[in-house]
């Protein structure tokens, strides 16, 4: 039986869309289509930001040093950054609904500033009964050591919980391990996929 339901953050429930504030800057800088993506997630100071190594005030220090921005342009890109992002509010819905008969979480790869985005930024941090920060534990997805401390946490089986991550080698990890795991898309019907687990609303 499904006992918990596991949820990625970036990519699932808040997504960038058609991220057009981010390709003006990569126009404007000369990235490649993502690049910014890239530079703020995937470079080394990025990785460390979201292992706890730095702080993301010193991750967006470093980011403003990759180009010759004044202070305002820099305050500027860093706000268009997260401005493409957006709650998957029919997402958020569904959840909101089961929770009261599954025990919700979160695994992402993020910084320090995970919970404060969550509460603040997009007021969604109530749906959840658990937080797993990166950042906090010092390990990131697809590390299996994330999703055991998470299981030790809930103090569930991973047959028992049903995990849902738009990126396949996090999916792959959390199969491997037991888990019930659903590789996500905005056009997939989570609903549906839920079902097929026994997940309904009441819990039966």
Do not use: H
Not at 9 to 18: I, K, N, P, Y
Not at 82 to 96: E, F, K, P, T
Not at 122 to 149: N, T
């Amino acid at each position: 039986m499904i006992k918990a339901l596991i949820f990625d953050f970036g990519g699932v429930l808040v997504r960038s869309g058609e991220r057009n504030r981010r390709k003006k800057w990569e126009r404007r800088l000369g990235l490649n289509e993502w690049g910014s993506e890239d530079i703020v997630f995937n470079s080394e100071m990025g990785i460390k930001g979201q292992l706890g190594e730095i702080s993301e005030e010193s991750l967006w220090t470093w980011v403003a040093g990759q180009w010759d921005l004044s202070p305002a342009e820099f305050a500027e890109f860093r706000d268009d950054f997260w401005a493409d992002n957006a709650v998957d509010d029919d997402l958020m819905a569904m959840i909101r609904k089961l929770q009261p008969a599954y025990t919700t979480a979160i695994i992402s790869n993020a910084t320090e500033s995970l919970r404060i985005d969550l509460t603040e930024r997009y007021q969604i941090a109530d749906a959840f009964d658990l937080i797993v920060c990166s950042a906090e534990e010092k390990i990131m997805k697809p590390d299996p050591e994330l999703f055991l401390l998470t299981l030790d946490r809930l103090r569930y089986k991973p047959s028992e919980c049903i995990f849902v991550d738009d990126m396949e080698a996090n999916v792959t990890v959390a199969q491997n391990l037991g888990f019930k795991a659903i590789r996500f898309a905005p056009d997939i019907d989570l609903a549906a996929e839920f079902e097929r687990y026994g997940v309904t609303k009441g819990g039966d």
